[in-house]
Nanobody, 120 residues
């Protein structure tokens, strides 16, 4: 069965750091583009960062550029999000997504999310 399990969230003070992990199983992780999304109460879901299958290409939302770093380990089948200089507006549920197009077939998987709260 396909699983994406996020971990590493919690409560942190403004200016602090957290590292989120997304552990994958049940599919060929190395062939999937991986993305972190976040959603705060009353707000729309927002793309945070995206990384290509090999890790060679990354993209970030303007709001997190220079503060967050996305990475992946295709041997451990895990994606990471290093978050530095955290701000209260980073507070949200962070979810990981796996996306693949192969032979014209779309596959799209989601994790359950992990809560990040930035507050004094």
């Amino acid at each position: 069965q396909v699983q994406l399990v996020e971990s590493g969230g919690g409560l942190v003070q403004p200016g602090g750091s957290l590292r989120l992990s997304c552990a994958a199983s049940g599919f060929t992780f190395s062939t999937y583009t991986m993305t972190w999304y976040r959603q705060a109460p009353g707000k729309e879901r927002e793309l945070v960062a995206r990384i290509s299958t090999t890790g060679g290409t990354t993209d970030y939302a303007d709001a997190v550029k220079g503060r967050f770093t996305i990475s992946r380990d295709n041997v451990k089948k895990t994606m990471y999000l290093q978050m530095n200089s955290l701000k209260p507006e980073d507070t949200a549920v962070y979810c990981c997504n796996a996306l693949s197009f192969k032979f014209g077939i779309r596959r799209d998987y989601w994790g359950q999310g992990t809560q990040v709260t930035v507050s004094s």
